[in-house]
């Protein structure tokens, strides 16, 4: 099993540009859910989903964009990249149920310029 | 509102020597919490949770609700156990809302 799939691995882009991080997983997992990480901040929730079709907001939802069309797939849009969104970017998938862990991909590395 | 305080971002402890990671929590109900790890450079991954009472590589924590704590202790550490942490709370919602400590550094000198 790959468990969570995040691409891409790594990414520079130029302030204003869009882009889209992908991110599948393979546990059939109702519920996915985005998060960056900063220095000294941890990780602070985006966007999640309860199931396809249903979204959204987390803690810190500005600037970014989400959909889940499939149960498998969970990408996450920047509609217009800014220096402040300069982070790492970690997917995560879970059962739901409240003592039930998440499961988290590899994280995307993402810089503003 | 749910919020997990992790004080001490770096923690240093020579090899061999006790280590005690603290965290506490605010949250009005019963909270559901869990310890993760993070090696250098790798994904996030699930150390323990309180329900389970579980020992995993040599650390426990036991959740205190009269003082709204959940620390993550070892009696010996390994260098291997250098790595960031998080404590996290699942509230009513469910476990795609984790909330999360700011994290600790745990760097074990050899």
């Known amino acids: 099993n790959a468990g969570v799939t995040q691409t891409p691995k790594f990414q520079v882009l130029k302030t204003g540009q869009s882009m889209t991080l992908q991110c599948a997983q393979d546990m059939n997992h109702e519920y996915m859910s985005w998060y960056r990480q900063d220095p000294g901040m941890g990780l602070r929730l985006i966007h999640y989903s309860v199931g396809a079709g249903i979204t959204d907001q987390g803690e810190v939802p500005n600037g970014y964009n989400v959909s889940r069309s499939t149960t498998e797939d969970f990408p996450l849009r920047l509609l217009s990249a800014a220096p402040s969104q300069t982070s790492v970017y970690f997917c995560a998938s879970s059962s739901g149920q409240r003592n039930q862990p998440q499961h988290f991909g590899d994280g995307t590395r993402l810089s503003i310029l | 509102a749910q919020r997990v305080t992790q004080p001490e971002k770096l923690l240093s402890v020579f090899k061999g020597a006790p280590v005690e990671l603290k965290c506490n929590y605010s949250?009005?109900?019963?909270?559901?919490l869990f310890w993760y790890v993070q090696y250098s450079r790798q994904r996030l991954q699930l150390l323990l949770r309180?329900?389970s009472r579980e020992s995993i590589k040599g650390f426990t924590a036991d959740l205190n609700k009269g003082e709204t704590s959940f620390h993550l202790k070892k009696p010996f550490a390994q260098e291997e156990d250098s790595a960031m942490y998080y404590c996290?709370?699942?509230?009513?919602?469910?476990?795609?809302?984790?909330?999360f400590g700011k994290g600790t550094k745990l760097s074990v000198i050899p």
């Open positions: 309180h329900i």
């Open positions: 949250y009005s109900g019963s909270p559901e």
């Open positions: 996290a709370l699942s509230g009513r919602a469910g476990s795609y809302q984790l909330t």
